[in-house]
């Protein structure tokens, strides 16, 4: 199935992506400012053609059409060490396997539905190219991973190299060990490079990839209907978060809807439990009100 996924992608993802070197990069970049921006009215067009009749040219178009959303996501994670053109090129995948399950009568753009599956195979990529994750595959060593550079952000702490007292500060705000966070942190230092890296480092006038791809006109239409769809989340969690018991919910809005989240020794001195007992009740109280959540949404089936 990834070999016919991989063939059907628009010819131009095979010759810029193959090198991956970075004037392949810039040229792969500029070709797909070409693919038109679809309206609401195309989107849904285009995947009624491909749902019902498999029409390969309306497949192609829809998918085009979102090259340029995989790029600006794989530069989000560009500082994990993996060559930009390998997150594209997986995040292309995970865009076609988002083109073979979706379904334009539920209500959603496919961008919001295919942002999930770009990714979920940019996130396989990674991990399977970074040792440290493959070492170490605990849920902290994880967490610390993919939100280290997110809590350092939220603490305030600028420096590459932290101190003992910061490092501290890290494993508290994501309820983790501390060796945990010193240990990930020196392996990642050693790879951290910044999100506005010149495209050319030899041209000292050349500015970041994102900033020179081309801007789109703002879409009334679309910044609306991603409004609406923020919304109905909001409505959903919140009914299906009413229907968890009282110490349920609490433990899980302390835990993974509170900034800063709530610390198991925390909840386990109020409610007079283990911190394994706390962890338990959590895990529970996610797994319910997610598979609650996808069931409502159609994507439990």
């Known amino acids: 199935m990834k070999k016919q996924i991989k063939n059907a992608l628009p010819a131009v993802q095979s010759a810029a992506l193959?090198?991956?070197?970075?004037?392949?990069?810039?040229?792969?970049?500029?070709?797909?400012?070409?693919?038109?921006?679809?309206?609401?009215?195309?989107?849904?067009?285009?995947?009624?053609?491909?749902?019902?009749?498999?029409?390969?040219?309306?497949?192609?178009?829809l998918v085009a059409s979102h090259l340029r959303l995989v790029v600006s996501v794989a530069y989000d994670f560009k500082?994990?060490?993996?060559?930009?053109?390998?997150?594209?090129?997986?995040?292309?995948?995970?865009?076609?396997?988002?083109?073979?399950k979706f379904d334009p009568e539920k209500g959603f753009r496919f961008s919001t539905y295919a942002m999930f599956w770009?990714?979920?195979?940019?996130?396989?990529?990674?991990?399977?190219?970074?040792?440290?994750?493959?070492?170490?595959?605990?849920?902290?060593?994880?967490?610390?991973?993919?939100?280290?550079?997110?809590?350092?952000?939220?603490?305030?702490?600028?420096?590459?190299?932290?101190?003992?007292?910061?490092?501290?500060a890290v494993a508290q705000y994501l309820d983790v060990p501390e060796n945990d966070v010193r240990r990930m942190a020196t392996r990642m230092g050693a790879r951290d490079v910044s999100l506005n890296a010149p495209a050319h480092n030899d041209d000292a006038a050349s500015g970041d990839v994102l900033?020179?791809?081309?801007?789109?006109?703002?879409?009334?239409?679309?910044?609306a209907e991603e409004a609406q769809l923020r919304r109905r989340g909001y409505d959903m969690l919140r009914r299906h978060l009413a229907n968890l018991k009282?110490?349920?919910?609490?433990?899980?809005?302390?835990?993974?809807?509170?900034?800063?989240?709530?610390?198991?020794?925390?909840?386990?001195?109020?409610?007079?439990?283990?911190?394994?007992?706390?962890?338990?009740?959590?895990?529970?109280?996610?797994?319910?009100?997610r598979t609650a959540i996808l069931q409502e949404s159609g994507e439990g089936k």
Request: overall charge neutral; hydrophobic content about 40%; aromatic content about 6%.
């Open 246 to 289: 009282d110490r349920d919910r609490e433990i899980l809005v302390a835990r993974r809807l509170s900034d800063p989240a709530a610390t198991l020794e925390v909840l386990s001195k109020k409610y007079g439990i283990s911190r394994e007992r706390v962890r338990q009740i959590e895990e529970r109280a996610y797994d319910k009100l």
């Open 118 to 168: 770009i990714k979920a195979e940019i996130y396989e990529t990674i991990l399977n190219n970074w040792s440290i994750v493959k070492i170490g595959t605990s849920a902290n060593q994880k967490r610390v991973f993919f939100n280290l550079s997110r809590a350092k952000r939220a603490l305030g702490i600028m420096d590459g190299n932290m101190s003992d007292e910061q490092n501290r």
């Open 211 to 223: 900033a020179n791809m081309a801007d789109t006109h703002d879409n009334i239409a679309v910044v």
């Open 79 to 100: 500082n994990y060490g993996v060559p930009v053109a390998d997150l594209i090129a997986s995040g292309n995948l995970g865009l076609m396997q988002a083109l073979q």
């Open 18 to 61: 193959v090198s991956g070197g970075g004037d392949s990069l810039a040229r792969y970049i500029s070709e797909i400012q070409k693919f038109p921006v679809l309206s609401a009215s195309q989107e849904y067009e285009y995947a009624t053609r491909w749902v019902q009749n498999n029409d390969m040219s309306a497949g192609e178009q």
